[in-house]
């Protein structure tokens, strides 16, 4: 069981430290009804503009916390495969000018895959791209009719294709639990997706997020999700078909072959620095003399951008992150991975011992209940613990 000692503190962040940096695109040809990311459908958009704010934001973020080493960078969005490759080329060179780019980096792109998009595959590969995440969804043309996907399910398996014989690495999503969808249907969906997988593929249940379109029809009963029992079923059959295609589940949402888990998520999941660029991105930083904050840059694409070209970065808030909220935080990210949370990572993090952080007798409380399970080492939950997680850190924080 993990120790209940006292912590020395944080420990001082050296300026070598690894860093990850996530660049957002906040542009798409069209906004999908599910979706409630910072994602804007705009006619026309100047790319050498954006292109030049983006650099100069990393910049600014690089004079915050210099000398670090970058082990991956990840165009998210939005639409990332909309970006002219040029603007991804520039700022991959610019990431390693202003700090020092391993020369392993995972660089990832998020691409959709209609067949305009899939065109650029080559020039992102040509710009230092080594691993595409395709936003598939679904294999189905109804499916992705509701979806409101731009392409069908042979442009889909046309990109996959096309990704798989360009890019070192890929990955793709597929969201499942959608109205009407039963557990014979989707095991089919999902062994079809294995076989075409590479080494890792990301598996979400679809939920209904406030402010979207879908929110709006599922409160007027146009659209039902499946039941909570089909639900659980769907999420078993999940697990089942995974692990038997040797693509387990190294966090709740996420498979991959032993050992090609996304290096970048896991920056975010192990609680490490990260720095965000570009409309709505989230950073967290910890350095020597600032101590650890939280950055967010402005969401809408024209004020970020109004703001980087008259100050230098878009941000919107950076506020300081006292050890309480360091620590639920880095449990909160920690305990979706199967390895769960380092022990001792998380001393250095927050200056708190897990006994200081979490709410008296419920660790134990949770372990005698098979939901968590902790050693001198780490502290991580089980598989019935991860179906239950939202109630688990309910429990367990203070």
């Keep these: 069981m993990v120790e209940a000692g006292r912590a020395a503190g944080a420990s001082s962040i050296a300026q070598d430290e690894t860093l990850a940096v996530y660049v957002h695109w906040p542009f798409c040809l069209a906004k999908c009804p599910y979706c409630d990311f910072n994602s804007h459908v705009r006619d026309d958009v100047d ?81 230092g791209v080594n691993r595409l995440s395709l936003g598939v969804q679904a294999l189905d043309d109804a499916a992705l009719g509701f979806l409101g996907r731009e392409h069908n399910a042979s442009q889909a398996r046309t990109a996959l294709e096309l990704a798989r014989r360009t890019f070192p690495r890929f990955s793709f999503d597929l969201i499942y639990a959608l109205p009407e969808q039963s557990a014979a249907t989707w095991r089919r969906e999902l062994a079809a997706a294995l076989d075409m997988a590479g080494e890792h593929i990301s598996l979400y249940q679809l939920t209904i997020e406030k402010g979207t379109p879908f929110y709006a029809r599922h409160q007027i009963g146009e659209i039902k999700t499946p039941p909570e029992a089909l639900a659980a079923e769907l999420y078993d059959i999940t697990q089942e078909l995974t692990a038997e295609a040797d693509y387990p589940a190294y966090e709740v949402s996420n498979h991959a072959r032993p050992g090609k888990a996304c ?34 840059r402005h969401a809408k694409p024209e004020t970020w951008l109004d703001a980087v070209e008259h100050a230098g970065h878009g941000t919107a808030e950076t506020r300081p992150l006292a050890a309480a909220e360091r620590a639920e935080e880095m449990l909160m990210m920690g305990l979706r991975l199967r390895d769960g949370v380092d022990v001792r990572h998380f001393s250095a993090r927050t200056g708190l011992t897990l006994a200081q952080a979490i709410r008296p007798g419920a660790l134990q409380r949770l372990m005698d209940g098979g939901f968590l399970a902790s050693d001198d080492d780490t502290l991580r939950a089980t598989e019935k613990g991860r179906t239950l997680l939202n109630s688990v850190l309910s429990d367990l924080l203070a």
């Design 47 to 127: 790319d050498l503009r954006w292109r030049h704010a983006l650099c100069a934001e990393i910049d600014h973020v690089a004079a915050e916390a210099p000398g670090r080493k970058v082990t991956s960078i990840f165009f998210g969005g939005g639409t990332p495969s909309l970006m002219a490759p040029d603007t991804v080329a520039a700022v991959i060179d610019h990431v390693g000018r202003a700090w020092r780019l391993d020369p392993s980096a995972e660089i990832t792109l998020e691409a959709n895959p209609t067949s305009v998009e899939a065109k650029r595959f080559a020039a992102y590969r040509a710009a």
């Design 263 to 296: 290096r970048h998520n896991l920056s975010y999941w192990r609680y490490e620095d990260y720095a965000g660029i570009g409309p709505g991105a989230h950073g967290r930083l910890q350095t020597a003399d600032a101590g650890a904050r939280a950055t967010r």
